[in-house]
């Protein structure tokens, strides 16, 4: 049987993940999941762990208040309050796309600026102001956080398990940087659905997930393994035009909440 093995969070895009047992959804994937973004002062370019590998060691979880509390290694824990949907509005860039959302204030922007060591502002998105996912597929009300392209990423325990064989040492899951882990399928099984049911939420299976250096990356330490591994094994068996593909982007189409342990039904 299919099941829910792991639910993973990241609040703040390329950010430590919180380790759920069980979550809701809204229209942008699970309650909370990358709503928050560090971007270049100067520019308002999105950053991520590709050029700040250090990003690996920064957590960032929800707080009770509803804003998220910042720790790094060296640094004071700093409580950031949720900003005003409608206020102190900084234009950003992420990848293709340019938007408009709340600044997270000059303190969030003092802390993150400390730790990245160049003048950085941390960022928050509404609901009401999320982008469109990527075009050419899905639907054409598809929405994402600051998610690189679509809500959601599942993959399955034996698929990460044929790149370990392959690759010919432990790897973390997390290196991929999952939502969704299932248990009990074959290796790559996932590429071949499209439509799946997990409790009372259905998703649409809408692209394979292209990889990138951000896989070379310890978790642990924020290093880069000097063997571009497991990039350069999903190079060799993963190919695809557009890339070393491992996982598969979904999006959900209700609200409902998930919890780790639930079957998984494939529908198509």
């Known amino acids: 049987m299919l099941r829910l093995s792991a ?22 994937g699970l309650a909370g999941d990358r709503r928050w973004m560090l971007v270049d002062e100067a520019s308002g370019r999105f950053l991520t762990q590709r050029a700040e590998a250090k990003m690996s060691l920064l957590s960032a979880l929800w707080n009770a208040q509803g ?7 060296g640094l004071a824990a700093l409580d950031v309050p949720l900003p005003e949907a409608d206020s102190d509005l900084r234009g950003v860039t992420i990848w293709r796309d340019t938007l408009r959302v709340p600044d997270a204030g000059d303190a969030a922007a003092r802390w993150v600026s400390d730790f990245i060591g160049k003048p950085t502002r941390l960022v928050q998105v509404p609901l009401d102001r999320a982008r469109m996912t990527q075009a050419g597929y899905g639907r054409e009300d598809d929405q994402v956080a600051f998610a690189d392209g679509f809500p959601l990423l599942l993959i399955g325990e034996a698929s990460l398990e044929d790149l370990v064989q392959k690759v010919g040492r432990p790897l973390e899951m997390l290196r991929f940087r999952p939502n969704l882990v299932i248990e009990g399928s074959a290796a790559f099984a ?18 394979p997930c292209s990889r990138c250096i951000l896989t070379t990356i310890d978790p642990q330490t924020g290093e880069r393994s000097a063997d571009r591994e497991p990039l350069a094994t999903l190079q060799k068996y993963r190919a695809q035009a557009d890339g070393a593909m491992f996982g598969q982007n979904l999006v959900n189409d209700s609200n409902g909440q998930l919890e780790v342990g639930m079957p998984v039904e494939i529908l198509e």
């Open 190 to 207: 996932e590429d071949g659905w499209k439509r799946i049911r997990i409790g009372d939420v259905e998703f649409r299976v809408v692209k």
């Open 7 to 28: 639910l993973y969070r990241y609040p703040l895009k390329s950010g430590k993940p919180e380790i759920l047992q069980s979550i809701g959804l809204d229209k942008l």
């Open 67 to 73: 804003g998220l509390t910042l720790s790094a290694p």
